[in-house]
């Protein structure tokens, strides 16, 4: 099945640290006994790269788990089924927690291998991004999974505009990785720009504050050709009801008015 690593439970879990790989295809896990590692394959899909934009958006990565956070109940047990389809390494489980001290729904999911892989300094997550999105298929899925965290979509009303006008939108601290998008992007003729997000930093998702740590920047798709362009592109991707519903009005130039 699409996106599936392989089943590595004959490997004593202890006495070994599991590290992941991209690999084009499925592969069985490596033992490496004198370095007490085994190296899990993740085969590249748009479903992995849907879970990587996502948990790059409003997530987190430690050492051995990926944690998402959102106010949409429906979101979070969507990405827990997709997380469940990953990877049979050890066959580790999605938890979905409910609303507590964090004011929003979140998904702890235990994968060292993946965790490894994905995780670290900005530099890392850019050569993660940038192998990840190199296909058109992987950029849509990926770019989908930032845009139900961190993304928007809005139109403003203007009388000098018989539609409005429109700004669909994604915000991250990531810059570098915010550049690499935004050049496979233009790229397929969807032009985006590129600014500081207004300050201060503290910023509404979904109905939740947050109170960002680091500079965000913000790639903007103000014009209706690059908005419109933007939503038709992910939106077979994009999970969050509310926000199919917000790029549906988008790419159809349909209402006026915040939404």
Known sequence: MEGFA????????????????????????????????????????????????????????????????????????????????????????????????????????????LARLIGGSTRTRVKVVDRLTRKEPMLRAFVAGLFDTEGSATLYNNKGHKHGIPEVSIANSNRPMLEVLQGRLNELGIRGGLTVAAWPRTTIIEGRVVNWKKTVYRLRF??????????????????????????????????????
């Open 6 to 113: 392989a089943l590595d439970l004959g490997i004593p879990r202890t006495r070994y640290t599991r590290h992941g790989i991209f690999s084009l295809r499925p592969l069985p896990p490596k033992a490496d006994r004198r370095r007490k590692q085994v190296l899990i394959a993740f085969p590249m899909s748009p479903r992995l790269a849907y879970l990587i934009g996502s948990v790059y958006g409003d997530g987190s990565v430690s050492r051995r788990r990926l944690t998402y956070f959102n106010l949409d109940k429906d979101w979070i047990e969507a990405v827990a089924q997709e997380l469940s389809h990953l990877t049979m390494s050890g066959n580790p489980k999605a938890q979905v927690l409910p609303m507590g001290w964090r004011g929003c729904y979140s998904i702890e999911y235990c994968n060292a291998a």
């Open 222 to 259: 103000s014009g209706w050709k690059s908005a419109v362009g933007f939503g038709n592109f992910i939106l077979p991707w994009v999970k969050s009801q509310p926000k199919v519903v917000r790029l549906r009005q988008v790419v159809s130039r349909g209402g006026v008015g915040e939404i």
